[in-house]
């Protein structure tokens, strides 16, 4: 299956600080991108769709100057938390797939390893 | 209402057993359903799709009934490695991803 990297897998930062987590794709071009947060036992949920060179979309709840997301590439997506803070740590995903409707494409999303996110 | 509903479980059945878990899901514009596994502080893994013909892979059989609207996941002869979390999905488009929260599945020996 497709493989999706997440660097980094873990970061602890202090509060007030920004943090930036990469999701790529290794051997796919992903169209779209999306980004969830976990935490503990609880399900992941949507933070925002990433399409490749336009503005995310964002779920309700979520706040788009918080929670940065740019998809520069068709491999690369980043998230930037900034000005974290306690509550912000959680167990962030980010997933890839591919709609363009060509050869190969697919709905099946693909998920990156995740990033263990502690605010101090 | 939550739009993708699972039993959180947790199912705690012996090993060789067979289990099944239900997932309701509200919105009737969901057009593609799969079922993930999740181990404890990983990242979802893609289990199966789920056709309206139902699919088998193994040991695991998907159902989706779009009358009801659910879907349903069978595991047959249940492994000491199938325990972990498994989570439906429903796609009402490319942007509407909803996951449930997950039904905890435990074999014990």
């Known amino acids: 299956g497709a493989v999706v990297s997440q660097h980094p897998s873990r970061v602890i930062c202090k509060s007030g600080t920004s943090v930036k987590i990469e999701c790529r794709s290794l051997d796919f071009q992903a169209t779209t991108m999306f980004w969830y947060r976990q935490f503990p036992k609880q399900s992941l949920m949507l933070m925002a769709t990433s399409n490749e060179g336009s503005k995310a979309t964002y779920e309700q709840g979520v706040e788009k100057d918080k929670f940065l997301i740019n998809h520069a590439s068709l491999t690369l997506s980043t998230l930037t938390v900034t000005s974290a803070h306690p509550e912000d740590s959680s167990f962030y995903i980010c997933?890839?797939?591919?709609?363009?409707?060509?050869?190969?494409?697919?709905?099946?999303?693909?998920f990156g390893p995740g990033t263990r996110l502690t605010v101090l | 209402r939550k739009e993708v509903e699972q039993d959180p479980g947790p199912f705690n059945v012996p090993e060789g057993a067979t289990v099944a878990f239900n997932c309701t899901y509200s919105n009737s514009a969901s057009q593609s359903f799969f079922w993930y596994r999740q181990d404890c502080r990983k990242e979802p893994k893609l289990l199966m799709s789920v056709y309206s013909s139902g699919n088998e892979d193994g040991r695991f059989t998907a159902q989706l009934n779009r009358a009801s609207q659910y879907i349903s996941l069978l595991i047959r002869d249940s492994k000491l490695s199938d325990s972990a979390t498994y989570l439906c999905v429903a796609y009402s488009s490319a942007s509407k991803i909803i996951f449930g929260s997950g039904t905890r599945l435990s074999i014990r020996p």
């Open positions: 997933s890839a797939t591919d709609l363009s409707g060509g050869r190969g494409s697919t709905d099946t999303q693909y």
